[in-house]
């Protein structure tokens, strides 16, 4: 752990800032690559725990994952995988998207991780495998799948209101289920739906055929997976923090900004304007401009950017409310009751509701601002430490899940 006084800014802040590939497109690049009829080569491949983590526990199941310059891996899938323990660390998409995968091996493979990753949801994925014919022994970490070669599939429901990552994790590996696999979902709203979009995008575009006959149905046919070299585009949900930047200082923050995108770019973009940005788009690029004003507004598509904006409300001009957002309960920690707590102890009136926050600024004041080893947490640190004098982070490197030096970016942003 190490502690760091995020910088406050001296006026309004103006840069081209450059944030590394994104981790959601990674982990599925890697996902698809290792479960294709051959090799691929991506680029743009995000170097940070999170996907270290992945490609590490593709490697361990078989797969051969070989450098081929700055951000560039040739992947191989294996001719069968192999049982392999593996480390999830505190990444959501190690500890959904792997398991589908080690069904495919021939014997027992061990999931672990971080001692925090135990309270993150997962329970719902492995009732689905069960379901898809897979033996799973336990419902949260650690647990073990008990891989048999092949997985029959089939029909499975599956409650994915607590994360879309269970969706996604079985849309990934469906196609190389024997019987293909129809997913049913059956609860309360999807959250983060936009990732769902990314995922079957992706697999669109290798050849896998899904359908979706009616609402919260998708039906993955059995099949190939077509191998495919990618390059990974900027993760937008990074960028977001820098672009906070010009809202709380009245400044002015360019970045590459993909004009086709499966991630959810409309969503980051509508939720700045909504807290006061003018945003100005060009060819590959995009620059904010504004000033912070209070807002209300559901996030439920875009949750990943709910530390950044309380972090943004609490240096507004009036209250806020962030809704929708229940479900980050269940991020790398209780992110809203993580929030309250903080933000609060820097002086503002911070309040949980039952799916989001509550938000009215105060005089603020420095303090230790707590991370829980949350990467967003960290950002929503530095983002209100842009505006207050002794904001310090008691770990900021919990950043390097998305970012492998996000206080030298920041800093690079200051002019520093």
């Known amino acids: 752990m190490r502690r760091w006084v995020a910088p406050t800014a001296s006026g309004p802040v103006s840069a081209s800032v450059v944030v590394p590939g994104s981790k959601s497109a990674t982990a599925r690049a890697l996902v698809l690559a290792a479960l294709a009829d051959g090799p691929s080569t991506l680029s743009g491949v995000l170097d940070a725990r999170d996907p270290r983590l992945m490609q590490d526990a593709l490697t361990s199941l078989g797969v051969s994952i070989a450098p081929a310059g700055p951000g560039v891996v040739t992947v191989t899938p294996p001719d069968r995988f192999v049982p392999a323990d593996i480390n999830c660390g505190l990444a959501g998409t190690v500890m959904r998207f792997v398991p589908p995968i080690a069904a495919l091996a021939e014997g027992r493979s061990r999931f672990t991780g971080d001692a925090a990753a135990s309270a993150r949801p997962v329970r719902p994925l492995l009732d689905a495998l069960r379901q898809a014919g897979v033996s799973v022994d336990g419902n949260a970490l650690p647990f073990d799948v008990l891989g048999a070669g092949s997985v029959p599939g089939g029909v499975v429901e599956l409650d994915a209101s ?121 060819p590959g690029r995009v620059t904010v401009t504004g000033r912070v004003r209070g807002a209300d507004i559901d996030l439920a598509e875009v949750a990943e950017l709910t530390c950044v904006l309380a972090a943004v409300a609490c240096l507004a001009d009036g209250p806020s409310r962030l809704r929708g957002v229940g479900h980050i309960r269940g991020h790398e920690t209780d992110r809203l009751a993580a929030l309250a707590s903080e933000l609060s102890a820097l002086g503002a009136d911070v309040r949980e509701t039952d799916d989001g926050l509550a938000i009215t600024p105060g005089p603020l004041r420095g303090a230790t601002f707590r991370t829980y080893a949350d990467h967003r947490m960290a950002h929503a640190a530095a983002v209100v430490g842009l505006g207050v004098p002794g904001v310090e982070l008691d770990d900021v490197d919990c950043t390097t899940k998305t970012m492998p030096d996000f206080p030298g970016l920041w800093a690079a942003m200051l002019g520093a």
Request: negative net charge; charged residues 20%.
């Open 162 to 282: 607590a994360s879309s990552q269970f969706l996604s994790a079985l849309l990934l590996a469906g196609a190389r289920f024997d019987g293909g696999l129809t997913i049913r979902h059956r609860g309360a709203p999807i959250p983060s739906l936009p990732y769902v979009g990314m995922t079957v995008g992706m697999l669109r575009d290798r050849g896998v055929r899904i359908d979706t006959p009616e609402a919260d149905t998708w039906v993955v046919h059995p099949g190939s997976i077509a191998a495919q070299d990618e390059a990974i585009e900027p993760d937008l949900m990074n960028a977001s923090a820098f672009l906070c930047a010009a809202l709380v200082t009245g400044g002015r923050i360019e970045t590459a900004w993909p004009e086709r995108t499966l991630q959810a770019a409309d969503g980051v973009l509508a939720a700045l304007e909504a807290f006061g940005a003018t945003i100005d788009r060009s």
